[in-house]
């Protein structure tokens, strides 16, 4: 882990994100105090932020997952002419 401050992120920022899996997250801090942290962040991080944070997407997929439980299923030809359906209007 290192600690920099803003001058150098701005200066160095390539070669703080290409030492970020080999030397750890990065604290970024602003007249010495800490304001941001850069860590690794891979694609499965980046869904799970977007549907950790997007609660209409979040209620959705609890809402399907609740109706596949219920036993409240579609073939994929079914769901392919309802949505084909509902695009058209």
């Not at 801090?29 to 694609?43: I, M, Q, Y």
């Not at 932020?49 to 994929?76: P, Q, Y």
């Amino acid at each position: 882990m290192e600690i920099v401050n803003t001058r150098s992120v701005k200066a160095k920022l390539s070669e703080y994100l290409n030492s970020l899996e080999e030397k750890g997250p990065v604290v970024i801090t602003s007249n010495g105090k800490p304001k941001a942290l850069l860590l690794s962040f891979s694609e499965e991080d980046l869904i799970g932020l977007v549907v950790e944070n997007s609660d209409g997407l979040r209620d959705a997929i609890m809402e399907g997952l609740v109706e596949v439980e219920e036993g409240k299923t579609l073939s994929v030809k079914e769901a392919r002419r309802k949505l084909n359906k509902r695009n058209a209007a």
